[in-house]
């Protein structure tokens, strides 16, 4: 009997990956390449690969892809990505099957990873979890009564202050412009351009605007004041937003994930430090937050068993 698999896509703001997978969720192969200024370029010559590359014996049956933004899931259109404007509007799910003639299925990046994380992840312990995908952005997926809610679940633009600064959403006050990976960045080098004192002054030899978020965690490891301070600032933004997330939800877990989870003992503790506070203290007691066990493959496991229930069970 002929096996089938799907190629799962997971589109980010820094990074995409494409990956084949079979009908057990296991990643055969995985590319990835940065997302640049032309990511559907980028998107289709990683499917082309990845298909140049599919082991005999296999029926490609379809195609899932999970966007970091806002989507429409029938249409296939991506309504809004604040991280990648050049996909605002743009019929992927049509663009992708002109090229490919197979059976495509569009997702939001965040609610991918969260039915990866429940299907074969963290999230196979509990009945209802909020997922947080910490990255460039900040997106969010939820799972209730075991099942992937059809919501936008954009938690990363909700607002936790009415002024600024600005989001790339173009509201002000949202999570996500307090307590991303760009927004840890951004206030690293104001803060450097204000005169304050700094070892990222000095990396990639003087040009501190090429500096990642990784740099600061690791000057912050090295002591530098102004690297913990930035971390542990946004760390509490994002416990503000977990906090009103467990007294809307009261959910078992909130489970994180994405490359900001490296400044898990800065970083995530002063979220978990601020929600503490802020959450009812009845609903926070029984919440546990927990680490993706999938990490970066959440998003692939998650949009791949969306493609295998929804097109090629068709």
Same mark, same amino acid.
């Given at each position: 009997m002929t096996e089938s698999f799907c190629i799962a896509g997971d589109i980010g703001g820094t990074n995409i990956r494409v990956s084949l997978v079979d009908s057990e969720y296991r990643i055969i192969s995985k590319l990835k390449e940065p997302t640049g200024a032309e990511p559907l370029s980028v998107l289709f010559r990683l499917i082309d690969r990845t298909m140049s590359e599919q082991p005999a014996g296999r029926k490609l049956c379809g195609i899932g892809l999970?966007?970091?933004?806002?989507?429409?899931?029938?249409?296939?259109?991506? %309504?809004?990505? =604040?991280?990648?404007?050049?996909?605002?509007?743009?019929?992927?799910?049509?663009?992708?099957?002109?090229? *490919?003639?197979? !059976?495509?299925?569009?997702?939001?990046?965040?609610?991918?990873?969260?039915?990866?994380?429940?299907?074969?992840?963290?999230?196979?312990?509990?009945?209802?979890?909020?997922?947080?995908?910490?990255?460039?952005?900040?997106?969010?997926?939820?799972?209730?009564?075991?099942?992937?809610?059809?919501?936008?679940?954009?938690?990363?633009?909700?607002?936790?202050?009415?002024?600024? =600064?600005?989001?790339?959403?173009?509201?002000?006050?949202?999570?996500?412009? *307090?307590? !991303?990976?760009?927004?840890?960045?951004?206030?690293?080098?104001?803060?450097?351009?204000?005169?304050?004192?700094?070892? %990222?002054?000095?990396? *990639?030899?003087?040009?501190?605007?090429k500096m990642t978020a990784e740099d600061i965690y690791k000057a912050a490891l090295e002591g530098d004041p102004l690297s913990r301070s930035v971390l542990r600032e946004a760390g509490k933004s994002l416990g503000v937003g977990i906090a009103n997330l467990v007294n809307i939800m009261s959910p078992d877990a909130v489970i994180l994930?994405?490359?900001? %989870?490296?400044?898990?003992?800065? *970083?995530?503790?002063?979220?978990?430090?601020?929600?503490?506070?802020?959450?009812?203290?009845?609903?926070? !007691?029984?919440?546990?937050?927990?680490?993706?066990?999938l990490g970066d493959d959440a998003g692939t496991v998650g949009v791949a068993a969306l493609a295998f229930q929804k097109v090629c069970a068709a």
């Open positions: 999970a966007v970091a933004g806002a989507v429409d899931r029938v249409g296939g259109v991506v %309504l809004r990505a =604040p991280n990648i404007p050049s996909f605002t509007g743009l019929d992927l799910h049509g663009e992708t099957a002109r090229r *490919y003639g197979i !059976s495509t299925i569009i997702e939001n990046d965040a609610n991918a990873a969260a039915f990866g994380e429940k299907i074969a992840g963290a999230g196979r312990d509990f009945k209802n979890f909020v997922m947080l995908t910490l990255g460039t952005g900040i997106g969010g997926g939820i799972v209730a009564d075991d099942k992937l809610l059809n919501v936008a679940a954009e938690i990363g633009h909700t607002t936790i202050s009415t002024t600024g =600064p600005q989001c790339s959403c173009g509201n002000l006050g949202c999570l996500e412009a *307090y307590a !991303s990976a760009t927004a840890i960045i951004g206030n690293a080098v104001g803060a450097i351009e204000k005169g304050s004192a700094s070892i %990222l002054k000095d990396c *990639y030899n003087g040009n501190f605007y994930t994405g490359g900001l %989870l490296g400044a898990w003992n800065i *970083y995530i503790e002063a979220a978990i430090a601020e929600a503490s506070k802020r959450a009812f203290p009845v609903l926070f !007691s029984k919440v546990k937050i927990v680490q993706s066990s």
